[in-house]
C-alpha cells in the first residue's frame, strides 16, 4: 500500500548523480507528521523539486554540447529539473487543496528523458 507524501519527501532521477528533496509550499493545509502533504501538482522545477546535482542525459541540451564539445565522451552538467507535467497516478479519492494526493508510486517525467521517482515519502 503507497505512502502519502510530504514536504521533505527524498526524490530520485533516473539520470541525475545526487538526490533531491520535494518541497512543499506551506499554503497546504493538510498537515501530515507536522510537515504539509503534497498533491500531485508540486512538480515546479526548482521550486518544489529541487537539483539533483549533476545531468547525464543526451536528450538535455547542455549535456548534449559538453558531450560534442568533448569528443563525444559523456560530459555531466549541472542539472535544472524541467518538469512540465503533474506526477502520475496520484490518489483520486483523497484530495489535498482539491487535487489527488501524492503517494510514494507516483513518478513524474522531466523534458530530458528523466524518470523522477519517490524514495522516502518524507513521513
Known amino acids: 500500500m503507497p505512502n502519502y507524501?510530504?514536504?521533505?519527501?527524498?526524490?530520485?532521477?533516473?539520470?541525475?548523480?545526487?538526490p533531491a528533496t520535494l518541497m512543499v509550499l506551506p499554503a497546504k493545509m493538510t498537515m501530515l507528521c507536522n510537515q504539509p502533504m503534497a498533491n500531485i501538482m508540486d512538480f515546479a522545477p526548482m521550486t518544489n523539486i529541487t537539483t539533483f546535482g549533476m545531468c547525464k542525459s543526451l536528450a538535455n541540451p547542455t549535456v548534449a554540447a559538453a558531450t560534442?564539445?568533448?569528443?563525444?565522451v559523456l560530459q555531466q552538467m549541472p542539472c535544472i529539473p524541467a518538469t512540465t507535467a503533474p506526477w502520475i497516478p496520484g490518489k483520486a479519492n483523497v484530495l489535498v487543496k482539491n487535487l489527488p494526493a501524492l503517494t510514494d508510486d507516483c513518478k513524474c517525467m522531466c523534458m530530458w528523458a528523466g524518470i523522477i521517482?519517490?524514495?522516502?515519502p518524507g513521513q
Open 5 to 18: 507524501v510530504c514536504n521533505g519527501a527524498m526524490l530520485k532521477c533516473s539520470f541525475g548523480a545526487a
Open 117 to 120: 521517482e519517490i524514495t522516502n
Open 68 to 72: 560534442a564539445a568533448n569528443y563525444g
